[in-house]
């Protein structure tokens, strides 16, 4: 079957880094996204990978080794408004998202 | 980005009426939109994906017959909740995707929370 799991929560302080990790099993593979979603919102694009490596993106970056099924999400110089949750979801073959459960995040001051 | 737009934001109902969601791509068009449900604390589940001018694929255990989805339009996608009850109670987002776009990138709408009594 189809699987991706990652952490269900993480707390982290403001101004520090915080990496969240994400690791699948899919039927194919067509890039891994990660999604923020702030409670009672809809989730808002952060990144895409589709070949191995690390894409920068201002304070994310996002990591990807199809070898091992294996992505992260790091966030820097987190601040309060970083408090939502992180939804990692891979494309599999049939060009289809399945989604991870998602990461709480809990900024503290 | 693309913009998706969903109405309404939120609808309160009486149990056994119906009710239908909008979604619409404001700029770009969409043959294949995806409708999902989400439970509190809970991850996004795909109910649904909707092509333009074809029947829509229900995933498992998703009833059609109680969630009506027309795909009309390159634009425009609707979801029917008929007969609605308290378990329906949700939060319901679509997305849809721009074909145009190189990330096969699916662009979410604001989502609707249903509310029925």
């Known amino acids: 079957g189809q699987n991706i799991d990652q952490p269900t929560e993480m707390t982290a302080t403001e101004g520090a880094i915080v990496q969240i990790n994400c690791t699948y099993q899919?039927?194919?593979?067509?890039?891994l996204f990660w999604y923020q979603q702030h409670a009672g919102e809809a989730p808002t694009f952060l990144s895409y990978?589709?070949l191995d490596g690390l894409e920068e993106k201002g304070r994310f970056s996002s990591f990807l080794s199809r070898s091992k099924g294996y992505s992260y999400l790091l966030l820097k110089e987190l601040q309060m408004k970083d408090s939502a949750s992180y939804l990692c979801?891979?494309?599999?073959?049939?060009?289809?998202?399945?989604w991870g459960a998602g990461t709480k995040l809990i900024i503290k001051p | 980005g693309a913009v998706v737009s969903q109405h309404p934001s939120w609808v309160i109902c009486k149990s056994g009426t119906s009710v239908k969601i909008e979604c619409r791509s404001l700029?770009?068009?969409?043959?294949?939109m995806f409708w999902y449900r989400q439970f509190p604390k809970q991850s996004l589940m795909l109910m649904a994906t909707?092509?333009?001018?074809?029947?829509?694929?229900?995933e498992q255990g998703v009833e059609k017959d109680k969630f009506l989805i027309n795909h009309a339009s390159l634009t425009l996608s609707t979801l029917t909740v008929t007969s609605a009850h308290p378990e329906d109670s949700s939060f319901y987002i679509c997305?849809?995707?721009?074909?145009?776009?190189?990330?096969?990138?699916?662009?979410f709408g604001p989502g609707t929370r249903l509310t029925v009594l």
């Open positions: 997305s849809a995707r721009d074909l145009a776009g190189e990330l096969n990138e699916q662009f």
């Open positions: 700029d770009f068009q969409a043959t294949t």
């Open positions: 909707s092509n333009e001018g074809s029947k829509a694929t229900y």
């Open positions: 899919t039927s194919g593979f067509n890039g």
């Open positions: 990978n589709v």
């Open positions: 979801a891979v494309m599999d073959s049939n060009y289809q998202l399945i």
